[in-house]
Nanobody, 113 residues
Framework: QVQFVESGGGLVQPGGSLRLSCAASGDILGISTMGWYRRAPGKRRNLVAW???????YYDASVKGRVTISRDNAKNTVYLHINNLKPEDTAIYYC???????WGQGTQVTVSS
């Protein structure tokens, strides 16, 4: 199975932006739907955005309008652009093929002044 490694997180001030990357160990062309999830401190992991191979995308209400998911099949990478970051965006962010329950290390995003 293809494995994913997330990167791009960090400490950002409120209102800032980040681009998270999800590098796959193999070809993602055959993966129908990729998603970005996050787990805030003390909370469950939630799906925040997903993208189908057709290009259609879904965004959770908590991030809609501030987040864009994209995938570059040639680079086997999925991205998550987050704008206007808020303290409540603080979480570990993970990417995965929808339906899988094995997880990588994720990338920590901390929004604080």
């Amino acid at each position: 199975q293809v494995q994913f490694v997330e990167s791009g997180g960090g400490l950002v001030q409120p209102g800032g932006s980040l681009r998270l990357s999800c590098a796959a160990s193999g070809d993602i062309l055959g993966i129908s739907t990729m998603g970005w999830y996050r787990r805030a401190p003390g909370k469950r992991r939630n799906l925040v955005a997903w993208m189908h191979s057709s290009g259609s995308a879904y965004y959770d209400a908590s991030v809609k309008g501030r987040v864009t998911i994209s995938r570059d099949n040639a680079k086997n990478t999925v991205y998550l652009h987050i704008n206007n970051l808020k303290p409540e965006d603080t979480a570990i962010y993970y990417c995965n093929e929808l339906g899988r329950t094995d997880w990588g290390q994720g990338t920590q995003v901390t929004v604080s002044s």
